[in-house]
């Protein structure tokens, strides 16, 4: 069963509006953390945040949020007031402490284009 | 700190050639592991280890060996390339303590004809 789902696959908007990326999981276990990694058209994979299954306060890091609902299994991520330099491809990603806390499993990745 | 390298960044291969990719961390981190990214389907894990001397089958590890006989170093072998290896391969380490966030080298593209 896929554990990470991104429906998004592309998204475009125009330069300086929100945006909103959807990352639902799936797991059994009770500790799991959550991650968003940023891949520019560069190619690296630039780690953005983590948040463990016990927390679900938001979190807020200048124009980037994150939203945690345990209850609907999401971790979504809003860029606010988009800009070119948040053109890439973004992934969501769980890891799962019972199986060792040692395979990341990552979405399939949505592409964002800030269109200027 | 240069974080994570890996060498090299590009490689043509034809079908039964063998290379290895190295992977180099100085972070003294414990965990390190082996990713393959392909179109449309993320990045999936091939091995990974806990440890100098260790290593562990991922998600996908047909075809692929490794050694981590230095603490700083992960290699990933392909013995007889098949073109179904063409992919891009990243490497990531992570420390043993507790943050499991990975921290990603900057990716080798290998194309097997």
């Known amino acids: 069963a896929q554990k990470v789902t991104q429906a998004q696959t592309e998204i475009s908007v125009v330069e300086k509006e929100d945006v909103t990326l959807d990352c639902v999981y799936e797991?059994?276990?009770?500790?799991?953390?959550l991650f968003w990694y940023k891949q520019p058209p560069s190619g690296e994979l630039v780690f953005l945040i983590r948040r463990n299954s016990f927390d679900e306060q938001n979190e807020i890091s200048g124009r980037y949020s994150w939203n945690f609902q345990k209850s609907t299994s999401s971790f979504n991520f809003t860029i606010t007031a988009s800009q070119v330099v948040d053109s890439a491809v973004y992934f969501c990603?769980?890891?799962?402490?019972?199986?060792?806390?040692?395979?990341?499993?990552f979405g399939t990745g949505t592409r964002l284009t800030v269109i200027p | 700190n240069a974080g994570v390298t890996q060498t090299p960044k590009f490689r043509v291969l034809k079908t039964g050639q063998s290379m290895t990719l190295l992977c180099a961390q100085d972070m003294n981190h414990e965990y390190m592991y082996w990713y393959r990214q392909d179109p449309g389907m993320g990045l999936r894990l091939i091995h990974y280890?806990?440890?100098?001397?260790?290593?562990a089958k991922g998600e996908v590890p047909d075809g692929y060996n490794v050694s981590r006989l230095k603490k700083q170093n992960f290699l990933l072998g392909l013995e007889s390339a098949a073109p179904s290896q063409t992919s891009v391969y990243f490497c990531?380490?992570?420390?043993?303590?507790?943050?499991?966030?990975?921290?990603f080298g900057p990716g080798t593209r290998l194309t097997v004809t």
């Open positions: 990531a380490s992570r420390t043993g303590t507790g943050a499991y966030e990975q921290y």
């Open positions: 990603a769980l890891i799962e402490r019972q199986t060792g806390a040692n395979n990341l499993f």
């Open positions: 797991t059994r276990d009770t500790t799991y953390y």
């Open positions: 280890s806990v440890g100098e001397g260790t290593t």
